[in-house]
């Protein structure tokens, strides 16, 4: 069965969406990162739908599981190059994503997950002393 | 209003969804519509092949361009299912009896021109969509 790969980089597992996915995939996703992040303790997901050309309620909910689930693993997830005719339908559709943080690229979400592990870090890091 | 063609793609099992996503962006980009109509109705179609498979245990979707005196694409999902007892209830946000978030049928309402659904328990459901150019 064809599988979308997930890539370890340092801290952070990255995951690029370049296929229409069917749900079944969608869901094998799900399992594999939420999986993948308990082996490698991950501290980021970074999930690029840029080529996706549409979300629907079924991949929405995909989205809002892996950040549900992987912060209950200890991990944040940002979603990055929702497409704005994909962030219009999306909203008409009445999904906002709840839980899910976004940012426009690759650069700026990858800087939001360094951010937010540091702030993580640092916050353990005061309650040692 | 002139019919310009007419096809049917079956909505059987869960691939299909993606074969009805696929056909629905070719048709609806050779009508020339919007980016954001294209995907608006995709995203409709996709929401709606679902519960055909899901609820109505499998159908089809029928295809028509449209012409005269507008241009529009028209969809129609059909199946033999067990109908929707009560249709107002499934159109509300957050309804289902599923388990999925209750989203499919009021959302594609809202992301297209023209809704109809025509069901009754046994007899199945029809929806009609419609996105003009």
């Known amino acids: 069965m064809e599988k979308i790969p997930i890539l370890k980089m340092g801290d952070f597992l990255l995951v690029t969406i370049q296929v229409d996915m069917h749900d079944r995939l969608a869901l094998a996703l799900q399992d594999d990162l939420t999986r993948t992040i308990s082996q490698t303790e991950a501290h980021g997901v970074l999930i690029d739908i840029s080529t996706l050309e549409i979300v629907d309620s079924f991949i929405g909910r995909m989205l809002s599981n892996i950040a549900a689930m992987s912060r209950v693993l200890d991990a944040e997830t940002v979603v990055v190059g929702m497409q704005p005719a994909v962030a219009i339908t999306l909203v008409e559709l009445g999904l906002s994503l709840p839980g899910v943080r976004t940012a426009l690229n690759v650069d700026a979400g990858m800087e939001l997950l360094r951010a937010s592990v540091k702030a993580t870090k640092e916050m353990y890091g005061s309650r040692l002393h | ?133």
């Open chain 2, 1 to 133: 209003m002139a019919v310009v063609s007419t096809e049917n793609v079956p909505v059987k099992t869960e691939p299909d969804v993606v074969t009805v996503r696929r056909r629905v962006r070719e048709v609806s980009s050779q009508l020339g519509l919007s980016l954001v109509d294209q995907t608006k109705i995709i995203t409709a179609a996709s929401e709606l092949a679902r519960n055909t498979i899901i609820y109505g245990g499998g159908g089809s979707m029928q295809v028509q361009t449209l012409n005269g005196p507008r241009v529009g694409l028209r969809l129609t999902f059909e199946d033999n299912g067990p109908g929707i007892p009560d249709v107002d209830l499934a159109l509300r946000d957050g309804f289902t009896t599923g388990s999925g978030l209750g989203l499919g049928l009021g959302g594609s309402k809202r992301l297209v021109n023209e809704f109809e659904i025509f069901s009754k328990p046994g007899a199945g459901t029809r929806i009609t969509i419609t996105r003009w150019k």
